[in-house]
């Protein structure tokens, strides 16, 4: 494959994963960020943005943690407990970083670091990147990263809307924003197949 | 004997509450994404609830037993540790014993390490009670959840297939797949509810229907508050005539 070729693959997979296989509207990962914090569009870009960053960057530190580590070492059913502690130490570290170089995006953004060690999408990647080679995994990473970011603004953009309009009682909040998704989820369908 | 009685009642409170009064499901909203995901058959989301349940209940023990060893500075992590050891046991006994499950279940299987339900049972109960009770709240919560995602996989594919298939995933049970919308030529299924959006769309209408109930309980509350105050204050009130009369009867008295 020339070069052209491998970054035109890279860049359909990048877009494959973020809208066709949409991490929340379709491989259900991140449900709950996406329910959760998707009130006010402020929240949902900060924890967005901080979903991105750190998915990123468990990917890359995890690939070869599994391919030169554990593979060799015969340990490979041991992915999960090391995934999860990679990814709690990693989060743990950012946001240590993140507050001595940064002070103001430490006050925008640290309050999501905690939540993201819970967060499924990223184990989720990780997880799916075991059967992936290194240029697809970091497709995979990117593209469910930055999916998860549109979607959840998005969705909050319009969950802004919905407190403003005057649904039934016991529909409000919750049941409502569930149906918008149940129509963002429809629409992402309309791509199927768009990307072999 | 009385002790007796009022710890029997607690024991019972602590094993049913998690499944219907605070179902960490329809109620408190934990768990959202293996609800949604593995949702599409009733055996998957039976395989699930039972995976499941045994991931809690066997963290939700080890938890309580070692809570005067785990220090409190490294507690979360040590949490996550000994769920993450039990989804891999899960994860490899399904592995080795029900393949169609394992596979059919994918990556959700190593997700249940960052379920909310079970770090939230070993932080919220498990860290601060006995084995027995927390064995006991551990198996209500298990149930609450393998109830609520059987029954919105139930909705599911009888809505998204028209049948209901057994034996599929649990092979050593006989294979029987019940048509419920498919009958003489006739497909009443709507595809759809087989989709990611129809997971929604069912769950967006259970919460609603709960809605009901919640906001009806909280009207009957609310009434019953006011009902309350009101007396209170008529009772109030009539006391401080009562007391009026005495002094305007004490003074006529010694008017006289």
Not at chain 1, 10 to 39: E, K
Not at chain 2, 19 to 38: E, Y
Not at chain 2, 108 to 121: A, D, E, K
Request: aromatic share 10%; glycine share 8%.
């Amino acid at each position: 494959m020339s070069a052209t070729n491998v970054v035109t693959a890279f860049i359909l997979a990048v877009f494959s994963y973020m809208l066709i296989n949409n991490v929340v509207l379709t491989r259900f990962y991140g449900i709950c960020p996406y329910l959760g914090v998707s009130t006010k569009v402020k929240s949902s870009v900060g924890m967005g943005v901080a979903v991105v960053f750190v998915i990123c960057l468990a990917a890359l530190v995890c690939y070869p943690i599994y391919h030169f580590v554990l593979i060799p070492a015969g340990l490979g059913f041991l992915d999960t407990i090391v995934y999860i502690l990679v990814i709690a130490s990693l989060v743990q570290l950012v946001g240590l970083f993140i507050k001595k170089y940064s002070p103001s995006l430490y006050k925008s953004l640290g309050i999501y670091l905690p939540l993201i060690t819970t967060n499924c999408a990223v184990l989720g990647v990780v997880q799916e990147n075991n059967a992936l080679d290194f240029g697809m995994s970091m497709a995979n990473a990117l593209g469910t990263s930055l999916g998860f970011l549109v979607m959840i603004v998005l969705f909050s953009t319009i969950r802004e809307r919905l407190n403003a309009y005057d649904a039934p009682k016991n529909w409000k909040g919750l049941p409502i924003a569930l149906i918008t998704a149940a129509i963002m989820a429809m629409a992402i369908m309309g791509l199927t197949g768009m990307i072999a | 004997m009385a002790t007796n009685t009022i710890a029997r009642s607690q024991h019972k409170e602590n094993f049913l509450n998690p499944i219907w009064k605070a179902n960490p499901l329809f109620i408190l909203l934990l768990g959202t994404c293996p609800a949604l995901g593995v949702t599409t058959t009733v055996e998957n989301a039976i395989g699930m609830g039972i995976l499941f349940t045994f991931v809690l209940v066997g963290s939700s023990v080890l938890v309580s037993l070692l809570r005067k060893i785990i220090p409190e500075e490294i507690e979360t992590p040590a949490f996550i540790l000994i769920i993450a050891t039990f989804v891999t046991i899960v994860k490899m006994l399904s592995e080795a014993f029900l393949p169609e499950l394992y596979s059919g279940l994918g990556v959700f299987i190593s997700l249940l390490v960052v379920n909310c339900i079970v770090l939230g049972r070993a932080e919220a109960f498990a860290k601060k009670n006995g084995v027995l009770d927390s064995l006991l709240d551990a198996l209500g919560n298990g149930v609450g959840y393998l109830l609520a995602i059987t029954s919105i996989a139930l909705i599911r594919e009888i809505l998204g297939t028209g049948t209901i298939t057994f034996g599929a995933v649990f092979t050593f049970l006989p294979k029987i797949v019940l048509p419920i919308l498919k009958f003489d030529g006739v497909d009443l299924s709507i595809p759809l509810f087989a989709k990611p959006a129809g997971a929604f769309i069912v769950f967006g209408v259970i919460e609603a229907i709960i809605g009901v109930f919640t906001l009806r309980k909280a009207e009957k509350e609310a009434a019953a508050k006011r009902e309350a105050i009101l007396a209170a204050q008529k009772a109030k009130a009539a006391a401080l005539a009562a007391e009026k009369a005495k002094t305007a009867e004490a003074a006529g008295k010694e008017d006289k």
